[in-house]
């Protein structure tokens, strides 16, 4: 197999595929010494297995491949169909798991201005990529953290009374104007100020003279739904809100409250699933591109006899002489065990079903009616024809959990 190195890679493929065919072990092909060099740690790159590539070696078991310019033109999508204000970013997550520290700089440089992500730590892991943009931590202004945002311009989200306060008193005590979100609950009941809080405001506005307050939002509870009632119901809320405080620009919609006409407008979005391509309107077709792409590479193939099981609990068993592929995505890997068996990857832009369960490093798929997959060659299962949401609809969840949950352990590229 030395000799595979000299072939250009496309070629590589198909001659272990004879080779295999010819008796030699169905085991993983060998890999360059080059390529090895390039996994083990330098002062430069001290944990490089775990970190992003610019492109791939030769030695990865798995590939997540994420389209920075499809993330671009989503959010230049947005913009377009949001002409009453600006359209933020929401990167929290690690931008949806898809890499803030790459997402993020990737849509300051197409213009994007204003962020959002859900934990201080997250801010300030991205700070210093985003000149001059605002940076707004939703999960709001927890005790102690006041002097830490002011010191790294970050706009707080303000939910409660006591988080106006401390925000307050740290702009008294730094003699300036500190900016702010304000956040005002219309049926999400999680944060935000509640009725009482608004209405002790609203009575006394001049609580919020000393802070600089660029926007209220509030967050919809069911925009993927349309025909939702409680969206018109939090609209009314959200306006009411709006008359009650001194004037100050809305943030309203997220991903999918953008599609839900011009009465969900306002002079910021803040979506975030949109932009990694999650379908913002369900049940119609997906507006968005597609940004993200997992191969996994086959380790081995096995021969079972009918009525073999296959994995834990012998979930699965063979109901003919099957070839099973094992490959290495698992629930550590954030792939749901949850997976129904009626799940499949893609080889040849055909359905290849995984059986068994989903165990912490590997999954297993039925190749008997794909003789040509051979240890070495790859899967895809998040693509052009496995969307997030199709995993998700597999998984009984929804394509945030998906995205979301993608874990450090696959070899990462980005396209620019
Ligand atoms: C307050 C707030 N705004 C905006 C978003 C972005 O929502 P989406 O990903 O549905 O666009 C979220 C996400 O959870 C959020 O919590």
Known sequence: MTALKCLPRKFVGSVRRCFSRLGASETRHDVPASSLRSLLPSPENPSPALNRQTS?????????????????????????????????????????????????????????????????????AIRPLLPGAMLGVLNGLAPGQAEIFAAQNLTAVLGSLPEIDRWTAEARRLERRLPALLHVDTGMNRLGLDENELAKLAADP?????LKLLYLMTHLVSSEVPDDPINQRQRTEFAAACAALPPMKRSLANSSGIFLGGDFASDLARPGAALYGINPTPGQPNPMRQTVRLDIEVLQVRKIAAGDSVGYNAAWRAGRPSRIATAPLGYADGWPRSMAACSHAIFDGQPVPLVGRVSMDLTTYDVTDFPAIMPGDWLNVIGPGRTPDDIARDAGTNGYEVLTSLWSRYARTYLA
């Open 56 to 124: 791939w070696t030769d030695t990865e078991t798995s590939r997540l491949t994420v389209d920075l310019g499809a993330i671009v033109a989503n959010w230049q999508d947005l913009r377009r169909r949001h002409p009453s204000g600006d359209v933020a970013a929401v990167v929290k997550a690690d931008a949806y798991g898809l890499g803030a520290r790459s997402v993020a700089p990737a849509l300051h440089a197409a213009g994007c201005r204003h962020f959002f992500v859900a934990h201080l730590s997250e801010a300030l």
């Open 206 to 210: 001049g609580v919020l003279a000393e």
